[in-house]
């Protein structure tokens, strides 16, 4: 257990709607970024987000976005859902902001009808 | 061609038998390189932090960095069914944020 937790941990929606996934790091990481894992892409870095400020932006859709709240558990939004966005989406932190070590979520497996 | 290039195998051996895992790189800028593994349908886990070249142990894994070839490697010695699962390697640069992946090797492990 890596002390990352996530939820939900299935989500079954149809086409068009919008999702919120919800993370909460290790106690004491800052540091929390979102990942999505498809068969044909791999792993790819979405966002990261550093004591509540956007650090940086990977390979994001614009449907997309993520906030980081004060209590530093952070929600990745999915808007206008593609049958092509179902994937597991992964949520790590760490406790620098580069460079660190990040421990990962056991994920939320999305899937779109 | 990919930042981080690692076959997917798949790679079946023996009980008791040494695994041997790479991961090759095209930027020589990485300095932090981990190796993950994940079991199916769940998240990755952090095996293996390592920083620059040299080698790391821990229990039965050793993982190696070769910046001067930009090849990685892990070792599982005496492995166990339980290692049956598949195993990305995973790159940064210094002062970056996200982590370059490879594809995953899957193995599994026969008893």
């Known amino acids: 257990d890596s002390g990352v937790t996530q939820t939900p941990k299935h989500l079954i929606t149809a086409t068009g709607q919008r999702v919120t996934l919800r993370c909460s790091p290790r106690?004491?990481?800052?540091?929390v970024y979102w990942y999505q894992q498809s068969l044909d892409q791999g792993l790819q870095f979405l966002i990261q987000y550093y004591n509540g400020e956007e650090r940086a932006k990977g390979n994001i859709l614009e449907r997309f976005s993520a906030q980081q709240f004060p209590d530093l558990h952070s929600e990745l939004n999915l808007s206008s859902l593609e049958l092509g966005d179902s994937a597991l989406y992964f949520c790590a932190s760490s406790v620098v902001n580069v460079g660190g070590e990040q421990f990962f979520g056991p994920g939320t497996r999305l899937t779109v009808l | 061609q990919k930042e981080v290039e690692q076959d997917p195998g798949p790679l079946s051996v023996p009980e008791g038998a040494i695994v041997s895992l790479n991961c090759t790189y095209s930027?020589?800028?990485?300095?932090?390189f981990m190796w993950y593994r994940q079991y199916s349908r769940k998240g990755p886990e952090l095996l293996m932090y390592?920083?620059?070249?040299g080698n790391k142990e821990d229990g039965r894994f050793t993982a190696q960095v070769d910046k001067s070839s930009k090849y990685i490697s892990l070792f599982i010695r005496d492995s166990q069914p339980s290692d049956s699962a598949t195993y990305l390697c995973?790159?940064?640069?210094?002062?970056?944020?996200?982590?370059?992946f490879g594809a995953g090797t899957t193995v599994t492990v026969r008893a």
């Open positions: 106690s004491g990481d800052l540091s």
């Open positions: 930027n020589s800028a990485f300095q932090y």
């Open positions: 995973a790159m940064s640069f210094p002062n970056d944020y996200k982590l370059s």
């Open positions: 390592t920083y620059s070249s």
